[in-house]
């Protein structure tokens, strides 16, 4: 039993190692969730979220899971998203995620819009994906552009780690005092910040998703702004060798030497707990510039 929910299988290996030599048990992913939970939880209530599952190891067959199936737990919610007739997966609670960690669950992909309201953006997610030859380092002075033009906005931007190669930027949207923010709206500035950051170095970044077009390049992927995308949750797992989390930073820490093989299922509870990554997030949210949204209407 973990915060109330029977693990089934508890000895099921999810992961063959977590950057070491013991394998991760089902049992220990429900643990995870638990000991997270906390930290967690406030960036998924109210936003539907996918699941990737691998109830049989990431090894295994995986699925990719929005709606609600025969045998989902009560703990996690359902809601209905106007124009969908099938009702949304959405985890309110921590019991929710120790549900889903007994369900096989491993990736969380929360939709990046306002808690409770589908409908309207919450923050925009910039990734940053770097071609296999790029230099970490690149990405990290990557992330650091974004944030200083963020900033020169008016915008306030946060940093984690992808549990991949990569390292998301993240800002809180406000609605305007006038007008409406929508998703077009926030796409198209995404879209513009990052056309913009290619225009002054296009050596080292790109838009263009095609493969041979991103070629020894960093892609700035703004596509995750838009109604119904998701983006990893901050401190969720992935289904990836090593068992690797998506890790919230302070600026300070990203900086050359940043490791972010580093966070793992194992390491990540006790260093999040004594973190001050993301603190002032709530406070954070920021209308979008009134000049862009007065061009935009």
Same mark, same amino acid.
């Given at each position: 039993?973990?915060?109330?929910?029977?693990?089934?299988?508890?000895?099921?290996?999810?992961?063959?190692?977590?950057?070491?030599?013991?394998?991760?048990?089902?049992? &220990? %992913?429900?643990?995870?969730?638990?000991?997270?939970?906390? *930290?967690?939880?406030?960036?998924?209530?109210?936003?539907?979220?996918?699941?990737?599952?691998?109830?049989?190891?990431?090894?295994?067959?995986?699925?990719?899971?929005? +709606?609600?199936?025969?045998?989902?737990?009560?703990?996690?919610?359902?809601?209905?998203?106007?124009?969908?007739?099938?009702?949304?997966?959405?985890?309110?609670?921590?019991?929710? /995620?120790?549900?889903?960690?007994?369900?096989?669950?491993?990736? %969380? +992909?929360?939709?990046?819009?306002?808690?409770?309201? #589908? &409908?309207?953006?919450?923050?925009?997610?910039?990734?940053?994906?770097?071609? #296999? =030859?790029?230099?970490?380092?690149?990405?990290?002075?990557?992330?650091?552009?974004?944030?200083?033009?963020?900033?020169?906005?008016?915008?306030?931007?946060?940093?984690?780690?992808?549990?991949?190669?990569?390292?998301?930027?993240?800002?809180?949207?406000? =609605?305007?005092?006038?007008?409406?923010?929508? *998703?077009?709206?926030?796409?198209?500035?995404?879209?513009? /910040?990052?056309?913009?950051?290619?225009?002054?170095?296009?050596?080292?970044?790109?838009?263009?998703?095609?493969?041979?077009?991103?070629?020894?390049?960093?892609?700035?992927?703004?596509?995750?702004?838009?109604?119904?995308?998701?983006?990893?949750? #901050? %401190?969720?797992?992935?289904?990836?060798?090593?068992?690797?989390?998506?890790?919230?930073?302070?600026?300070?820490?990203?900086?050359?030497? /940043?490791?972010?093989?580093?966070?793992?299922?194992?390491?990540?509870?006790?260093?999040?707990?004594?973190?001050?990554? *993301?603190?002032?997030?709530?406070?954070?949210?920021?209308?979008?510039?009134?000049?862009?949204?007065?061009?935009?209407?």
């Amino acid at each position: 039993m973990v915060r109330g929910v029977a693990i089934t299988n508890p000895d099921k290996l999810l992961w063959p190692h977590a950057g070491d030599s013991r394998p991760v048990t089902k049992l &220990e %992913l429900a643990r995870y969730f638990e000991a997270v939970g906390p *930290w967690m939880i406030g960036h998924l209530q109210g936003r539907p979220c996918s699941i990737v599952r691998a109830p049989d190891g990431i090894r295994g067959q995986r699925f990719f899971q929005r +709606h609600a199936m025969p045998g989902t737990s009560n703990l996690i919610e359902r809601v209905k998203v106007p124009g969908d007739r099938k009702p949304y997966l959405r985890i309110d609670r921590i019991e929710g /995620l120790v549900a889903v960690g007994q369900m096989g669950g491993i990736e %969380l +992909h929360p939709w990046n819009c306002e808690p409770g309201r #589908p &409908e309207v953006p919450g923050r925009l997610v910039f990734d940053l994906d770097p071609a #296999p =030859q790029v230099s970490f380092d690149w990405v990290i002075e990557a992330a650091r552009e974004v944030r200083d033009r963020l900033r020169a906005l008016g915008l306030v931007a946060f940093c984690k780690t992808t549990g991949g190669k990569g390292l998301h930027v993240v800002t809180p949207l406000a =609605q305007p005092r006038r007008g409406r923010l929508d *998703w077009t709206i926030a796409r198209r500035f995404a879209q513009a /910040l990052c056309a913009q950051i290619v225009a002054d170095d296009p050596k080292r970044y790109v838009v263009t998703m095609s493969r041979k077009a991103r070629t020894g390049k960093i892609f700035l992927d703004y596509l995750r702004n838009a109604a119904k995308a998701t983006a990893i949750a #901050p %401190l969720s797992p992935r289904a990836r060798d090593g068992a690797p989390v998506s890790m919230p930073l302070n600026w300070n820490q990203v900086r050359e030497g /940043l490791e972010p093989a580093g966070f793992t299922i194992r390491t990540v509870p006790a260093l999040i707990a004594k973190s001050d990554a *993301w603190a002032d997030y709530r406070e954070a949210e920021r209308s979008l510039p009134r000049e862009f949204l007065r061009a935009r209407k």
